[in-house]
């Protein structure tokens, strides 16, 4: 590297450095884990913990009891050893709920103990399926300073009949979550297992300040499109020092669809990301869309591990999302059995009707990617943009693949690289200022922010 590009590296990692501390923060705070002033047990209530007696009810009425006690500090729900099936229940504010070891929250397989709701409106129907969709087991609506933790407890989905209903295409509404917060804000998921969910496993929409640490998560190969932690059009959240499994992408950022997340218009932004270790057969370690209609910025990913996947990094959209994806930084990750280390396509994903805006296209710009390395990967990468709307300032440096292709696929992208190997096309050996174009490594965007499918 010249001189001239050195000093310009310098002064855009420096900023980096800046600008990433208001992402980086969220990892950095101290949520309160101090007991609770008053807890009582899910036994008190009825439950019976043998895998077979169903305890909606019950769940049902300890949050109601433990309602009383959100003016005065909140209380906890213990849920002790047992196998304790469910269908879906809501939570409360200033509310903990304890796992102790060996306790499984077992998710009913019967249809008919899931609650059925109205579609968010940033998406405008469910997302498999036209219409209503069926309610998370576990949620949270405007709820705040919630704790789901526990010594290693679990969640069991039971996700196998769920799985074959929709490729069998008998759903009648689209599948349900483990848990899904919606417009909560102080949100702290730890220290637990996740099992066989029928769809995504944590699902946090419209939230702030949401922490997720210490959790495993997995699922068997032949879940179809099961995500792990999926932030959608939510602010300030971290994820840390978890391992995921799954049959799709592992950590998926969104922020709705078409012309309903443009019109709710909220972003997914100030997200950190980092120690986790990833698999997903047939997705990607960690996407990025293609629902991100309201758009999905500053976001710093750091020290994965993506191994026996299909795909280790992607960015999605297509004609019709709007919105953008900008401002992201991606350092530190090692990869291994991976069939392509970088895809960026806009030209994935389907659309939720007829009604959305063909001219509403997305805007890909200020990628980061740094610091990865790679053995047994079939295809580094690969860029497909939008004539009308390339990709812009797609920045590498310091990446080594083992590649059994040695090849990089690019149109309509623009971008930096250097030291990487194998060599990128052409289209990313621009010079190094196109990737602080304005003054900073994330400046001088002036693209519209305007107009986010699983």
């Known amino acids: 590297m010249n001189l001239v590009a050195l000093v310009c590296w310098l002064l855009a990692f420096t900023n980096l450095l800046i600008r990433g501390e208001s992402s980086n923060a969220i990892c950095k705070e101290n949520f309160k884990l101090d007991p609770r002033p008053h807890s009582v047990s899910i036994l008190e209530f009825g439950a019976v913990g043998d895998g077979k007696s169903l305890n909606t009810l019950a769940f049902q009425n300890a949050i109601f009891y433990l309602k009383s006690f959100a003016d005065k500090g909140g209380a906890q729900l213990y849920v002790p050893p047992g196998k304790w099936l469910t269908g879906s229940f809501n939570l409360t504010s200033h509310l903990t709920l304890f796992l102790e070891k060996g306790a499984t929250i077992l998710a009913s397989p019967d249809p008919s103990h899931w609650d059925i709701v109205t579609p968010l409106p940033s998406y405008g129907r469910g997302v498999e399926l036209p219409g209503k969709r069926y309610r998370s087991l576990i949620n949270g609506d405007n709820l705040l300073d919630v704790v789901i933790t526990g010594d290693n407890g679990t969640f069991d989905g039971q996700g196998a009949a769920w799985w074959e209903w929709l490729e069998s295409g008998t759903l009648n509404y689209s599948r349900p979550h483990i848990i899904e917060f919606v417009s909560s804000k102080h949100i702290l998921i730890s220290n637990l297992t996740f099992l066989n969910a029928p769809s995504v496993n944590i699902h946090p929409v419209y939230c702030s300040h949401v922490h997720i640490r210490k959790v495993l998560i997995e ?35 969104k922020s709705g669809w078409d012309q309903y997340g443009i019109n709710y218009g909220r972003p997914t932004t100030t997200v950190h990301i980092r120690n986790l270790r990833l698999k997903s057969p047939t997705g990607a370690g960690i996407s990025f869309g293609s629902e991100m209609s309201g758009g999905i910025s500053d976001v710093t990913v750091e020290k994965l591990s993506i191994h026996s996947s299909l795909v280790g990094v992607a960015f999605r959209t297509t004609r019709g999302r709007g ?12 990869l291994a059995g991976v069939e392509t280390a970088i895809v960026a396509d806009a030209h994935t994903g389907s659309h939720p009707d007829d009604e959305f805006d063909r001219d509403a296209i997305p805007v890909v710009t200020h990628i980061v990617m740094r610091n990865f390395t790679g053995e047994d990967i079939g295809l580094a990468g690969s860029f497909t943009g939008i004539v009308e709307s390339p990709f812009t300032s797609i920045c590498l440096t310091d990446i080594h693949l083992q590649t059994s292709s040695g090849t990089w696929v690019c149109s309509n992208v623009s971008g930096f690289s250097d030291d990487v190997s194998p060599e990128p096309c052409a289209e990313l050996m621009s010079t190094s200022s196109s990737c602080f174009a304005g003054g900073s490594i994330y400046g001088g965007d002036t693209a519209a922010q305007s107009f986010y499918s699983w």
């Open 323 to 334: 919105g953008y994806i900008r401002n992201i930084t991606i350092s530190g990750v090692v």
């Open 219 to 253: 699922t068997s190969v032949d879940s179809p499109y099961v995500l792990g932690v999926v932030p959608d059009s939510s602010d300030n959240v971290c994820i840390e020092d978890s391992t995921i499994n799954v049959g799709h992408d592992t950590v998926s950022l």
